[in-house]
């Protein structure tokens, strides 16, 4: 069921505008879009009001509001999954923001079947970019593994992007690629990964 939802909210993603600016025109009217292309004598902006670009010359243009509206994440905690698709690996998360650009989480994960799988592990993340209403991030993490009665040890580097709608700011979705390496449980095994895991912000 939860691999059906992170579906969902990674169609999202790329469903909702990473921002959006407001036209204000001589005629008194107002358009919400994203800027494509602007030059000395027309604009181009993305709007949900039709699925084509809009075309507007600059000379009906009486003003234009850009979006500055910041967003800081600076000592919040948030509460989410985590999941793993080629490893069918689902886990809970706790992600705690120590600045605006620092995080720690801590990631619990528990799988029955065949065999009992239970692991804990505790990740650092940075965000190097902001664009929109995204954060691009790099991190690393490590961790303790249990099969059965067996012990081992991960660990993993990690870069993605993570998602804020903005009509749902608090609400967090985030894409991840990364190389990881189990060791201590059976075979040692490397390879990548990539996750998918959505959280929300308090």
Known sequence: MLKYI??????LLFAIPAGAETIRLNSGESLEGKIRI????????????????????????SLIEFDTSGRSLARRIG????????????????KNWLSEIDSAELMIGYSSGSVSTFGVELRYARVFKVEGTSDLFYGAGTGIISKDSTRGTSFRFFSGSEFFPSSSPNFGISLEFGVLRQQGVGDDTQGFYNAISARYYF
């Not at 604009?43 to 010359?57: H, M, R, V, W």
């Not at 509460?79 to 998360?93: A, K, T």
Request: negative net charge.
């Open 6 to 11: 992170l579906s969902l909210l990674t169609l």
């Open 79 to 94: 509460f989410g999954f985590h999941y793993r698709p080629n490893g069918n690996e689902e886990h809970l998360s706790v």
């Open 38 to 61: 602007m030059d000395e004598k027309t604009l181009y902006i993305e709007s949900k009001l039709t699925a084509q670009e809009l075309k507007i010359d600059r000379e009906d243009l």
